[in-house]
């Protein structure tokens, strides 16, 4: 059995619509994502799905052998079917980690999990976004300097609607003088959810090697830790005797 099972779910849309993000991501966005899972994180199996398989390839089968799933997404938010997002989610709950990314902020299961609007400002002008690393002892930022550039990237500046991180990983600035909290992590019931920033499709940013070893790392980082399974139990048998209000009425 492989050491983590991941799953790399792409939208899959821009590039069929898109010739400027094909000719960036010839295989799609999930493949260069994938691709760069494999390169950092060896021993892991790693597979793509996309939104237009049947279940948008999410299917109960599937996420039961996933222990981390990443999520890009952006045209087809809303026709995500309700259904799948509530499997998602309850897999979240559980243990499966969750790595969104990008445009992803806006997600029906990003919005669920975080419970609040999830918008930011934006601006699409090919500027330099530069990543500072916030935590240099958190492992997902190993092996990442203590900044790193990306010569053109979309900007996404505060404010965040987000509930406030549990940790900071990564701040942007961008070129054009906002700021973002770009690498964050949450956690909801047993599952490790980790936001990253970087990843508009019409630059070739999940080529770069430093966003690639970043999301390598919090797919690591967000492997389960153990298994809740949601249940409502009623404990009719206590451990312990109980000395009932009834039974002493009786007594008497
Ligand atoms: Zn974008």
Redesign the pocket.
Known sequence: MPSLRVTVWGENVHEQTDAAVRSVYPNGMHHAIAVGIREYLVGAAVETVTFQEPDHGLTEARLAQTDVLTWWG?RAHEQVADIVVDRVHRRVLEGMGLIVL??GHFSKIFKRLMGTTCSLN?R?AGERERLWVCNPGHPIARGIDRCFELPHE?MYGEPFAVPAPEEHVFISWFEGGEVFRSGCCWRRGNGRIFYFRP???TYPTYLDRNVRRVIANAVDWARPQGHWPDACVNIKEPIEPINRPEDRTKKR
């Open positions: 952006h990008h445009s934006w699409v979309e990843g508009h499709e």
